[in-house]
């Protein structure tokens, strides 16, 4: 489901949309308390709720940090393994130039199929000259590397936060704005405000972690530029 949202929706979109409806939730629900239990308005209990707010407020600000750093670090880690993947790819198309036309045409061919092609073409070819063997040799390597990194790329392709990690930034959100509806304040548009912005805040973090736990999707993800550069602008035309 998170996929398809964010395949569907650009980031801007998305976030009217889960802000948006987390925020008319809220309002809806804040109204609701103050109809059924009118006495909450005299702020009775004002202190103990603020306190209990403030020490979820601050214990849900560290796990989000925390959870934000390490999708952050995790989307550039993945634009890394894709700048190095692709890098090996250029590579070894330039490293092809080095073999006879024929061979060369093949390898070619054979980058814009999979790599098993690559691997047959590579394996079906034997070097004549100094040149060539070295080339060759570089042109494995280079191989080798792609496999490396796409490898790691899948990996990454299918990592996702920790189900342990989900339920704290969800249900963090889930807890902390309904504390809110427990505040006592005599105007009815100044609590509206109040548990508004706070929904509003609190909405961007699940949205946030929605964006950023995805790599390969949504607008905030890895971008496939490297791919089509240099060398390997061939395979695009």
């Known amino acids: 489901m998170d996929i398809r949202l964010l ?64 999708l952050w670090t995790q989307l550039d880690t993945t634009n890394t ?72 790329r899948i990996a990454m392709a299918t990592k996702e936060l920790p189900l342990l990690l989900q339920v704290l930034v969800y249900g963090g959100a889930l807890v902390i704005i309904p504390l809110t509806f427990l505040c006592g304040v005599r105007s009815r548009r100044m609590q509206v405000l109040f548990v508004g912005t706070v929904a509003m805040l609190i909405g961007f973090s699940p949205l946030l972690t929605l964006v950023l736990d995805r790599p390969f999707s949504g607008d905030l993800s890895a971008s496939s530029g490297p791919f089509k550069e240099g060398a390997l602008t061939q395979f695009w035309k």
């Open 7 to 70: 395949n569907t929706f650009d980031t801007p979109t998305l976030a009217v949309l889960v802000v948006g409806v987390i925020v008319a939730l809220s309002v809806l629900a804040v109204l609701l308390v103050r109809r059924r239990y009118p006495g909450l308005a005299e702020g009775e209990h004002n202190d103990m709720i603020g306190t209990v707010l403030g020490m979820f407020g601050a214990i849900y600000g560290i796990i989000l940090a925390f959870v934000i750093v390490t």
């Open 81 to 152: 393994i894709v700048a190095s993947e692709s890098t090996a790819a250029a590579t070894l198309v330039r490293d092809a130039g080095a073999f006879p036309p024929a061979e060369r045409d093949r390898i070619r061919e054979a980058t814009g199929a999979n790599l098993q092609a690559l691997y047959d073409a590579l394996q079906s070819y034997e070097p004549g000259t100094e040149t060539e063997k070295a080339y060759y040799g570089q042109a494995t390597g280079q191989l080798d590397e792609m496999v490396l990194q796409r490898r790691a």
